[in-house]
T-cell receptor
Framework: GNSVTQMEGPVTLSEEAFLTINCTYTATGYPSLFWYVQYPGEGLQLLLKATKADDKGSNKGFEATYRKETTSFHLEKGSVQVSDSAVYFCALSGPGNTGKLIFGQGTTLQVKP | EAGVAQSPRYKIIEKRQSVAFWCNPI?????LYWYQQILGQGPKLLIQFQNNGVVDDSQLPKDRFSAERLKGVDSTLKIQPAKLEDSAVYLC????????????FGSGTRLTVV
């Protein structure tokens, strides 16, 4: 079945460092791919999405490219801030495009000043 | 616009007791989801409603979990009887249309079963 695998955390970086969080997926068909972020005490928020191969999603300095050949959707940011500290979830749309999302296990990012 | 409202925010119960969670989606959102997020894992869909009909409940443990969506608006999720492994955050989300886009998540209810 469809599934998502993320790199294990926590990831600890200094402010202004480069961030990569790896995400790979297994899916039938052509799912849409998402990154969600969960700040402490808050609900999940959509960070960015890509709906087809080679699409690049971007928001707030984060970006990820839908790579069908490597079944990957890695999240990157050139210069992280303390305020980026959160849990990041990679997700894909379930079969049949009913609305179901299938999430990875989440990666905790801690950014130190 | 107001977000997705959930209550209670926290709940602690003993095993074998029952518990209910409430969700009020964004006004006009036809699709409502309940997800279970166990500590250290990503959210897992329990049930999806389109208006007041069930679209997907394939991962809902129906021997102990039940859910309903009254008049296609508010929804309640019930667990009876609770087990230790039900300790998790229960997230409600809604979207205007059926599909993986336009989700808004609530802040969740954290359940601890002791």
């Amino acid at each position: 079945g469809n599934s998502v695998t993320q790199m294990e955390g926590p990831v600890t970086l200094s402010e202004e460092a480069f961030l990569t969080i790896n995400c790979t997926y297994t899916a039938t068909g052509y799912p849409s791919l998402f990154w969600y972020v969960q700040y402490p005490g808050e609900g999940l928020q959509l960070l960015l999405k890509a709906t087809k191969a080679d699409d690049k999603g971007s928001n707030k300095g984060f970006e990820a490219t839908y790579r069908k050949e490597t079944t990957s959707f890695h999240l990157e940011k050139g210069s992280v801030q303390v305020s980026d500290s959160a849990v990041y979830f990679c997700a894909l749309s379930g079969p049949g495009n009913t609305g179901k999302l299938i999430f990875g296990q989440g990666t905790t990012l801690q950014v130190k000043p | 616009e107001a977000g997705v409202a959930q209550s209670p925010r926290y709940k602690i119960i003993e095993k074998r007791q029952s518990v209910a969670f409430w969700c009020n989606p964004i006004s006009g959102h036809a699709t409502l989801y309940w997800y279970q997020q166990i500590l250290g894992q990503g959210p897992k869909l329990l049930i999806q409603f389109q208006n007041n009909g069930v679209v997907d409940d394939s991962q809902l443990p129906k021997d102990r979990f039940s859910a309903e969506r009254l008049k296609g608006v508010d929804s309640t999720l019930k667990i009876q009887p609770a087990k230790l492994e039900d300790s998790a955050v229960y997230l409600c989300a809604s979207s205007l249309l059926q599909g993986p886009y336009g989700y808004t998540f609530g802040s969740g209810t954290r359940l601890t079963v002791v």
